[in-house]
C-alpha cells in the first residue's frame, strides 16, 4: 500500500518522500485513514514501528486543514525528555512544508523558553506530565482550543508514576477533543486509563502485540554474572560493525560497567536518569553521529532513542519483563535492517528467560564462549510445545516459566 492511498496532503506526502519512506508502516496503515478521519485509537506498538509519523502526520493535516492559528491545539504528552525531543524533530520534519508549529515542554531545562513559547502561541506541544502541569499551575497554557490529545507510551508513563500527573491534565482539557493513545503493552492500568481518556464508543484498538522485527539475530550467551562485563568487553574489543546499545537494570549498573570498559580500552558512555540533561543530550548526539559507538543505558532513559544504524543490542542484565526484552531489542534492526540481540544470561536468571522464550515464541540455542564458561552448564531451552512442565523441575525455566513482574 502507497503513502498516497491514505489520505494525506501533498505536503505532507512531500515531506514523507523526504524522509525516505517509501511505503507506510503497519501501524501507520492502520491509523492514519482513523486518525485523519477523527477516530479515538488505542494504538498497541512500541518504538521502531513508526508509531509516531502514525499519529503526527494526521495530527499535521488537520491543523493545517483548518488553518493554523498558533493557538494550542494538539498536545502530545510522552515520558521522558528524550522523547519529547525526538517528536517535536518528527513534528517539523513531517510538517516542514506547512505552517504549523511546535514547541516541547520538559523539566531538567530553563522554563523561560517553554513559557515564551507557550505565551506566544504554539499549535502542537510535547511534554513531559510534570512539567507541563508546572506550566498549568503558572497559567501559562491555555486549553480550550485543544482538538487532539496524544498519549505516547502511556505503559512507561504510567510505569515512572505520572498517573496522577497524567488525569491532572486529562481534567483540564476539553471533553471534545480526539484522543490517540499508544502503548507497547495493554495492561489492565493501560486499559483503565484509556477508559479514561477516550470515548469509548468510538474508539479503535490497533496494532498487535509486541514482537521483535524480523531482521532481529537473538543469541543467548551463558555466562556466570562475574564474567558478564569480561565477555562483553571481549566482545566490543572485536570492533562489531555499527554501534552498540547496551542495557543495564539499574544506573548505578550502567556507571559500573562504562568504568569497566573504558579500562579495557572500549570509549562507553552511559545515560541515564541521574546524568545531568546536557549531558545526556550530549551523550545523545554524540552516539547518533557514529561518534561515540558504545552507550550504556537504562530502559528509562532509553526509552525511544531513537538512533539508525544500532547494529547490536546487549541484554547485559535479562530484563525482569519479557516484554522490555521486545522493546529493548526493537531499537536494532529498524525499519527492514539486520541487527543483533545479544543477551548474557547468568543461572539466576534462567527464569526470566524463558518467560522472554514464551512470549516472543521462539527459543534461543544457549551459547558459551571458550573461556568463559559458567559454573552450572547451561540447560538447552526444550520445544516450546512444551506446555505443561512438571513444577520444579528445570524445564519450567525454559518453556512454561511463570510470568514474573
Ligand atoms: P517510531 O516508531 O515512531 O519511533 O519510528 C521509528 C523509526 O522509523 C524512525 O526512525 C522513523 O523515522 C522511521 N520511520 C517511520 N515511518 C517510516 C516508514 N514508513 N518507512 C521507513 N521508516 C519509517
Redesign the pocket.
Known sequence: MP?TSLGLAPELLQA?AE???????PI?QEAIPLALAGRDLIGS??????????FMLPILQRLSRNGTKHVLRALVLVPTRELAE?VLQ?ARAYGRHLEVSAAAVYGGVGMEPQTRALKHGVDIVVATPGRLLDHMERGHVDFSRLEVLVLDEADRMLDMGFAPDVRRILRALPDKRQTMLFSATISLEVDALARSALDGHASVEIGRRAKPAEGIEHVVVAVDKLQKRGVLARILQAKPAGQTLVFTRTKYGADKLVTFLRREGIQAHAIHGDKAQSHRTRTLDAFRSGEADVLVATDIAAR?I?V?GIRMVVNFDVPHDAEIYVHRVGRTA??GARGLALTLLSPDEWLLMGDIEKLVGQIFPREVIPGFEPSVAPLQPKPLQVEQPKPGRSVRARSGGRRRR
Not at 19 to 25: K, N, R, V
Open positions: 503513502f514523507v524522509e525516505g519512506y517509501e511505503q507506510p508502516t501507520q506498538a512500541q518504538t521502531g514501528t513508526g508509531k509516531t509519523a502514525a525526538q518528527s525511544g531513537d539508525d529498524r525499519a
